[in-house]
């Protein structure tokens, strides 16, 4: 599951593709935009900072931007800053200790596969991807579908 702050962390990048043009903005403009309160906001954006997604600037027109176009983050790459894995379990989280039942564990499979899958649709958006266009979303690669579609196609 993507934690508060990996959400936070994904809108936080949006906002500032859309309102960046280049410049820098203030953490306290995002933080009324997306209703995030200034503290916590320091905390996602110090994290972005230290793994070059954002610049940050003190000072007189300081504050923070994205590195680079919103093309060229993967949703992935963002979660993964947030979130450290995205793997569905702890046993495939890098650096875990190895478990002793991993030969004869029925559900690995089912637990790589899953985790096979997330990282391959996370690593397959981008930032480009969830900004929106109009009354529409991107969604896809290229494929614009109104919203409604979009909920309707993702119900469990």
């Known amino acids: 599951m993507i934690s508060t702050r990996g959400r936070y962390a994904l809108r936080v990048m949006a906002d500032m593709a859309e ?12 933080a009324l935009r997306q209703g995030i309160s200034e503290k916590y906001l320091e905390g996602i954006l110090a994290a972005l900072s230290r793994e070059g997604l954002l610049e940050g600037h003190r000072g007189k027109g300081g504050g923070y931007k994205l590195t680079r176009p919103p093309e060229a ?5 963002i979660l993964r800053v947030t ?4 793997a569905p379990v702890a ?16 559900t690995l499979p089912l637990w790589e596969e ?3 899958v997330i990282c391959e649709y996370f690593d397959g958006k981008t930032l480009a ?3 929106p ?13 109104p919203l409604q ?5 993702h119900r469990p």
Do not use: T, V, W
């Open 91 to 106: 046993c495939l989280k890098e650096g875990a200790p190895a478990c002793a039942l991993r030969e004869k564990c029925r």
């Open 114 to 116: 899953l985790y096979g």
């Open 83 to 86: 979130e450290g894995s995205l």
């Open 149 to 153: 579609a979009i909920k309707r196609e």
């Open 73 to 77: 983050y993967k949703i992935g790459e």
């Open 129 to 131: 991807d969830i900004l």
């Open 133 to 145: 266009k109009g009354d529409e979303r991107r969604f896809g690669s290229g494929q614009a579908l």
């Open 19 to 30: 309102h960046g043009q280049g410049g820098y903005i203030r953490l306290d403009e995002i």
